[in-house]
């Protein structure tokens, strides 16, 4: 069993075939091609990135042909070269081609990602910063966009709501203050649940370190406060830079010292990576 | 009703709230605020785009508090200036911040790909080139993208593979010519079904319009051959242009008289529209 | 992969297994037969009819017994004489028997389909009528139905809604014409949508002829205002006869020179072709 | 609460809808007719006959515009004249024509069976037989055709294979015959559980009685077997006749004293009853 | 094909492995262990007890691992010693351990409602009653637990609202009397389904036994009155004891001659049968 | 919107509803009571206990009445005393009794949970030891179980396979000891997760932290060990007893000093409490 179960995977990958079957299935493939015809076809990266997704492209396949054979050449993680075959398919010809687009459409946008990843990790080589996701995912995708950022050589933030406390300025504003809000957080969950909580200004981290909390994310800070927020936490909880991330400006965040910098890009803005269903001629 | 029957965009609602809410949902909003308190919020735009999808942030509200009010300011399809209103809320405190990044998630995506289809309908403001869409969509969303992309003044390519027929290089090569393949779809589908086929060279057109296809696709012409084939067919088919379409080249592509330009970053690689929900203080 | 993909079928298949299955399952087989009995058995048609579905009731058993044997003598489509063995199934007592139902329940609606459709176009050979089916479907089942016509070499009308434009009465009413009503719906969808008027009166047919739809509906007209109105249009819409039509009446309508002939009793009212399930004793 | 529950005819009705609105909804509807336009219109009986399914048609549009109003005019279980208003209704224009078909499909369906029942149950009134259905239903559709079956009149038969007992041949032949048949039935099930056993002949009628199941089944016998099966068994069990029962034989059959005929032809053959929605003018 | 079918079993399985492996998998194992080691494990029981849900823990496993060996060595149904291996399994090491808690869950619940059941069985061993369960089960789990009484010796009482009729106090309320209420029902069901009525007096025996109903259930009667209307009813209809019944007082319920005893605490508060999963070293 | 959302709450009961209702709903209701009654009844506790799951009862009556009346005496977490009423209800009388199984099925459950987790709350008051639940919950109903933990005074360990690292013992074999295994875990995951270690004898403490830990699971220790581990962890890691925990042993274990107490019987072996629906004659 792989690292994301095809249980799991699987299900996003029905519905995504059956959306694009609709009623009647591939009327155009059904009209063109006689039912028993069999094709060969390599997946192939038009340029340069970092894989992600290879078990969408197969299982796309699989679920119309489960006889079909799918052969990893480089796989999930890997950085392939432009030109480079990704994976070798053998299945019958119409349910390859009525699988395409499915497999395509996973495997682009999580190869998009994986490479955008990739970027802003390789932007920050040599500090200790980690580059992190958030929530702001593509419903539906999340468990696959997040390992995709894993691909990418990301970590991932929280998973859901439901996974670990992260407080905001409206929580802080529902409780009167910072450390209200990690004291009725603490006391309300349990001891398996992380807390992490925003500050808007350098002056809320005495109070907030004061709950020891897990983390302290530091939203839209300069790259002033963000290092003197390091100074002055010193190790007690982790320091996580938050907003205007760009590959433009993270190496420079991550100098400051932070431990994490979360960036919302990876998964709203990444565009596709171009890689393409070739058929043997 | 509208457009949108709430039937289809309530299905992926939900399933993005559950997927967000996990198994015990917004643990930090049950933590930090009491259960009946209420807030007034608003959906505010950071820079200027054309709105989609306030029916998803909506019904997101509503699906967590039957009893919350939200009141449009910028419907669907407005181009909206930045730091503009779109749409004002008042809702339970837990429900709408449990619910927001869902509502966020769907909105600010739904409002990239407009806003995008609207830059590539103004660069072909003037020629009779209509911009329209692939299924190159989110597995899904694919309703929810393409309604975007009416949104944003384009307009739809087929939904699937079953409403209408596509004839791609695979299907002619299976097919042994452009000229079987039509007719064979011809004979295989209804009449409510429209048929178009794809070329990959000029050579190819003329077997292609002498089975009178609704539409034919070039894909990846020279803007020489783009003319050439519009003045060959003479109206006897619509004519779409196909690959490599950019920002950059789209004007010129629109002004060798195609019929349709179809797009595919329009939905895989649009960034999101940057749209944040503020708290009233 | 055949015509309608498994991944379709199986859906409908399992949903009719669990509504039979119940909360305990074929309670009679499990008091009665030992968990390892293997049967061989045929299906088996009582009178000559059209056959459609056999990829149901082969599916229905294989749910059930993964290592079920399923073998078609008369494939869907073939029109079977009273008496012939349609199919031979070996497979675990048990799981035959709580399928057998499921099997023949829908394969016995299917082949009936097809058989009435065929009579339809029997009776109009040698015209250049298609009979074509409506929406009259049952819910659930068009994907179904609407394959169970092909076999009978029918034709289909739009899948749903969402597919195709049909503009009727209300629709016209609303929009106060019926050429408005053609160019609303023109300026509202995209070019891979064909768009059909309905009319119920000649003189409605020069001012839906004006707005070069694909297809003019006649509803309930009379012979010869059908004949006047082929002759009117001359080629420039397909016209489709509509309302009232019987195996009685369907020659005369034919003769008429429409193009198309759409029966709703195809699917709404066939009776079942009558298929047994016979147990090799 | 009505007799059959929202809750289970709901699952029916959004499925229905989903089935008909595909991705993209009524597009001709969305293309004629503003989004706030509202219509007032009738169900109308064409010809007459036994009315069921009321609940369908009001849920398929009450799914589509909760607001709507629906108001019945002749109930579930009446008999209508022709041209009689079944129900009244005040709808949102585009959801009430969106819902018109699902609403119809569903109405006119169980409407025929419940006519078809009817007539049925005419044919053998004064003789102490009952009308009973089978498990001959449509897949998904099981739970409102016995519905329906029960508005015209007759009664139900088991409705799956796991709320009762039913030996049929294939049972009889594992067990090496009639007795051992009830007896491993009788073993095996609860005390809520009905029995009943399916007999092929005459001789095999006391064995069958010897273990006091409470339903014998007559598969296919003639009449004078009937009446002489009906005079031995005494009232130590109800008597099922089964088999080529139609209009013109079920009085005959019922004549011959048994206590209920089984008619697979109520849900598997029933033509539809002639609905139609009028719009107001 | 077992007693229960797959079908059944998997959704069970199915949903209880998605709820435990949420949106990210068995992070643990993925961390811990390479995708491709292989595991030798047997399922123990650490006391003795009756087994019940092996197909449960089976399709756990395989779903995860569909190349899984399952090799069973004490059955459902069998009573196994403290320490007995009830199967051997040998799985890729990810997908065991990923499904060992919902393998086990199901399981050691099942085993100890059978358990359980069994042990009320031998405390009325020798008398005519029966035990049997009620619908005071688990939501989602009613079949499997109903199955697990069946292992444990015990009967099944009804599985739903639907499958019989048990009037209760509020029933006979309604109707005005235990009488009228059995009529009412006789009057609305078909004839495959049984009529039990409930009395909460000695009194109103002879009422129900003139409608002749084919149980009649005694709430909460003292084993005098429980013992003088098995007297009186004298084989007429079948009597259930219900209510306060326990291992302490069971037997001496069963020795008033009643036939079937419920008891609610079989299936709502019967305590796990402790098996654990022990990894081959 | 509470603590838990109903929109996770409505799918755990429309699921045990439609279990209940199966394909005819309550026909015992329906024959014995007109459409229209309504009923006043209240929920009454037979003895005392903490109350748990009273949003699954009103959900279970909504869902088939809209309009029922539910209102809360005894909330959740409060403990009731024997006879209290819970809360007041007025619906639809058929409605009612239909949902009444479901409603008491879930409230019994949950309420049997909190009520059990309470004693082993009370017996280790004033240590500083919490009582923490598992992952050996019922399939299905994992979080309303966690969050009935809550109601009685507990907290909650993980919720799944993914949400929390727990190194068990197969864990540690795989990686060749405690310290490699968590070494591999905190280079897996995010810097939202917590990791757990357990080990099984005192000799592995100091190697597991070494590792920094969030928490050690001390499995099966004696008092002894379990005092000692706590003398020698000063604080580095929060201590989590586990095994062999019963209301008899738990404030022996608390009082060696560990942080935590975790109880699978809190979740796997509670008897329901007894609660009743009384309808007001």
Same mark, same amino acid.
């Given at each position: 069993?792989?690292?994301?179960?095809?249980? =799991?995977?699987? !299900? @996003?990958?029905?519905?995504?075939?059956?959306?694009?079957?609709? +009623?009647?299935?591939?009327?155009?493939?059904?009209?063109? &091609?006689?039912?028993?015809?069999?094709?060969?076809?390599?997946?192939? &990266?038009?340029?340069?990135?970092?894989?992600?997704?290879?078990?969408?492209?197969?299982?796309?396949?699989?679920?119309?042909?489960?006889?079909?054979?799918?052969?990893?050449?480089?796989?999930?993680?890997?950085?392939?070269?432009?030109?480079?075959?990704? !994976?070798? @398919?053998?299945?019958? $010809?119409?349910?390859?081609?009525?699988?395409?687009?499915? $497999? *395509?459409?996973?495997?682009?946008?999580?190869?998009?990602?994986?490479?955008?990843?990739?970027?802003?990790?390789?932007?920050?080589?040599?500090?200790?910063?980690?580059?992190?996701?958030?929530?702001?995912?593509? /419903?539906?995708?999340?468990? *696959?966009?997040?390992?995709? @950022? +894993?691909?990418?050589?990301?970590?991932?933030?929280?998973?859901?709501?439901?996974?670990?406390?992260? &407080?905001?300025?409206?929580?802080?504003?529902?409780?009167?203050?910072?450390?209200?809000?990690?004291?009725?957080?603490?006391? !309300?969950?349990?001891?398996?649940?992380?807390?992490?909580?925003?500050?808007?200004?350098?002056?809320?981290?005495?109070?907030?370190?004061?709950?020891? /909390?897990?983390?302290?994310?530091?939203?839209?800070?300069?790259? $002033?406060?963000?290092?003197?927020?390091?100074? +002055?936490?010193?190790?007690?909880?982790?320091?996580?830079?938050?907003?205007? @991330?760009?590959?433009?400006?993270?190496?420079?965040?991550?100098?400051?010292?932070?431990? =994490?910098?979360?960036?919302? !890009? *990876?998964?709203?803005?990444? /565009? &596709?990576?171009?890689?393409? *269903?070739?058929?043997?001629?």
């Amino acid at each position: 069993m792989s690292e994301l179960p095809d249980l =799991l995977v699987q !299900a @996003v990958v029905r519905h995504a075939l059956a959306e694009d079957l609709g +009623r009647a299935g591939d009327i155009t493939s059904s009209a063109c &091609i006689s039912p028993d015809t069999r094709l060969e076809a390599v997946f192939a &990266i038009r340029k340069q990135g970092v894989i992600a997704g290879l078990a969408c492209a197969r299982l796309a396949i699989v679920e119309l042909d489960p006889g079909a054979r799918f052969e990893i050449v480089h796989a999930d993680g890997a950085r392939a070269p432009a030109g480079a075959i990704l !994976a070798r @398919v053998e299945a019958n $010809a119409r349910a390859l081609l009525a699988a395409e687009r499915t $497999a *395509l459409n996973l495997l682009c946008r999580l190869s998009g990602i994986a490479t955008l990843t990739a970027q802003f990790v390789a932007a920050t080589a040599g500090t200790g910063a980690r580059i992190v996701d958030t929530r702001k995912t593509t /419903p539906g995708l999340r468990a *696959l966009e997040k390992y995709a @950022v +894993r691909c990418g050589g990301g970590a991932n933030h929280r998973f859901g709501l439901d996974d670990a406390i992260l &407080i905001k300025d409206n929580h802080v504003a529902a409780c009167g203050g910072v450390g209200e809000a990690v004291r009725r957080a603490r006391a !309300a969950v349990g001891h398996m649940v992380k807390i992490e909580v925003e500050i808007d200004r350098l002056d809320q981290l005495d109070e907030a370190l004061a709950e020891a /909390p897990d983390i302290v994310m530091l939203d839209n800070f300069s790259l $002033a406060d963000l290092a003197e927020a390091v100074r +002055r936490t010193g190790g007690r909880a982790l320091i996580e830079a938050s907003g205007g @991330v760009s590959l433009e400006t993270v190496r420079a965040i991550a100098e400051t010292g932070v431990d =994490l910098i979360s960036v919302g !890009a *990876l998964t709203h803005s990444a /565009p &596709i990576l171009d890689i393409g *269903l070739d058929v043997d001629a």
